[in-house]
């Protein structure tokens, strides 16, 4: 069973609002990952992570930004929210098994008005 | 450019066998995944595969062949449960993985 958590589940929120989305992991995985998935869509990597005070930005930004000065913990923050970022935001996080499979939170969706 | 082909949607019927095709172009190849989303729900992970031929695990299957760049999800005895999106996903040169837009599948009784 993963042990991997995200709040809030579900936020409306209005244009121009700062917003934090929160995930952490109690399973001391080094790797944490954000996508963004829309309905029907492929997943977006919009950061990642390997290890504290690591932290790179994947192919979608969407003018956000991560910080990870805790192994367990990986926020994402909107400065400024756009109807634009509406979408659904999954975090997950991987171990040291030769796959590296994924374990994914149960997402955070957003709304922005 | 890097990308995943899956059929959009698919539908079978309870108790009758499903196959799932993906192909994939990416830069490099370090592992396939299939992973189940069920409707407003986080992926699971299901299989994986780094070599070529068929890892079974109960109802479900992973085949893999790289030289042709394509993989299949077989899924036997289907049960109503499993209808969900299932989502293709490799991991290229960089070990980042690129992902399918995924396939949903409706189970009928």
């Known amino acids: 069973e993963a042990d991997i958590y995200q709040t809030p589940r579900y936020l409306v929120i209005g244009t121009g609002k700062k917003i934090t989305l929160e995930c952490s992991q109690t399973?001391?995985?080094?790797?944490m990952y954000w996508y963004q998935q829309d309905p029907g869509m492929e997943l977006h990597l919009i950061h990642y992570s390997y290890g504290v005070n690591s932290t790179e930005k994947g192919d979608l930004s969407s003018e956000s930004t991560v910080s990870r000065i805790r192994t367990e913990h990986f926020p994402l923050t909107l400065e400024s929210a756009r109807p634009s970022h509406t979408s659904q935001y999954l975090c997950?996080?991987?171990?040291?098994?030769?796959?590296?499979?994924?374990?994914f939170g149960e997402g955070s969706r957003l709304t922005v008005l | 450019g890097q990308n995943i082909d899956q059929p959009t949607e698919m539908t079978a019927t309870e108790g009758a066998i499903v196959q799932i095709n993906c192909t994939y172009q990416t830069s490099g190849f370090n592992g396939l995944f299939w992973y189940q989303q069920h409707a407003g729900e986080a992926p699971t992970f299901l299989s994986y595969?780094?070599l070529d031929g068929l890892e079974e695990k109960g109802r479900f299957s992973s085949f893999l062949s790289r030289s042709k760049g394509y993989s299949y999800l077989l899924l036997k005895e289907l049960q109503m449960k499993d209808s969900a999106s299932y989502l293709c996903?490799?991991?290229?040169?960089?070990?980042?993985?690129?992902w399918g837009a995924g396939t949903k599948l409706i189970i009928k009784p």
């Open positions: 399973m001391g995985h080094d790797k």
């Open positions: 996903a490799v991991k290229d040169s960089n070990y980042q993985l690129i």
């Open positions: 997950a996080s991987t171990g040291n098994r030769e796959s590296g499979e994924l374990f």
């Open positions: 595969n780094v």
